[in-house]
């Protein structure tokens, strides 16, 4: 059980355009969901908490109109990247978790190179 | 910021050897301690958790100590294999609700199990 499904595993873009990337709880319902960001060798960096139903929470200094969140059923969270640019080349990562403040799970991840 | 402190950044450990790796915290109002293991490109899993209520949990060949007025967990991997090999990360969090449920993340621990 708790199982997390990310979609595609992995994306190359041109730059300037727009990357959805999605994320889904297979076997429960998911009320928070959290969507992480990670450098080669280095942790993961929270970027946004997003509860069903409402306006993502993002953390300082991440570009809320850049990274839009959707989480728009108890299964179901996007993280589109508009106008990505090679900086934002990264492994993004979600997970969820069925109530808040319990045990997170995570999705395998999504790698998004832009060119 | 809230901080977890991880070490070593990496351990080298020969096959059916016991590798300890080390968190220590600052927050006391965390009480929800996971440990995750990430291969390279994957998602991190969760391993095992604990909370401040116990001083030891055990799963199998993976063991959290954990001591509260040192504020400080620890994973223990007995008879450690050469499929143990990824990064491992410690977590906490305050698990009562607000912002309290997100995850702080200590910075890894990249454990290479030699055969």
């Known amino acids: 059980g708790a199982v997390v499904s990310q979609h595609p595993s992995w994306v190359i873009c041109k730059s300037g355009t727009s990357v959805k990337i999605e994320c889904r709880s297979l076997?429960?319902?998911?009320?928070?969901m959290f969507w992480y960001r990670q450098f080669p060798k280095q942790s993961l960096m929270l970027m946004a908490t997003s509860n069903e139903g409402s306006k993502a929470t993002y953390e300082q200094g991440v570009e809320k109109d850049k990274f839009l969140i959707n989480h728009a059923s108890l299964t179901l969270s996007t993280l589109t990247v508009t106008s990505a640019h090679p900086e934002d080349s990264s492994f993004y990562i979600c997970?969820?978790?069925?109530?808040?403040?319990?045990?997170?799970?995570f999705g395998p991840g999504t790698r998004l190179l832009v060119l | 910021q809230q901080q977890v402190k991880q070490s070593p950044q990496s351990l080298i450990v020969q096959k059916g050897g016991i590798s300890i790796i080390n968190c220590a915290y600052e927050?006391?109002?965390?009480?929800?301690f996971p440990w995750y293991q990430q291969f390279p490109g994957k998602g991190p899993a969760l391993l095992i958790a604990?909370?401040?209520?116990?001083s030891e949990k055990k799963e199998g060949r993976f063991t959290i100590s954990f001591n509260k007025s040192a504020k400080q967990f620890s994973l223990h991997i007995m008879d450690s294999q050469p499929g143990d090999s990824a990064t491992y990360f410690c977590?906490?969090?305050?698990?009562?609700?607000?912002?309290?449920?997100?995850?702080?993340f200590g910075k890894g621990t990249l454990l290479t199990v030699n055969p």
């Open positions: 076997d429960f319902q998911a009320t928070t």
């Open positions: 997970s969820a978790s069925p109530r808040a403040g319990e045990t997170q799970y």
């Open positions: 977590a906490a969090s305050g698990g009562s609700g607000g912002s309290n449920y997100k995850l702080t």
């Open positions: 604990i909370r401040p209520d116990v």
């Open positions: 927050n006391t109002a965390f009480d929800y």
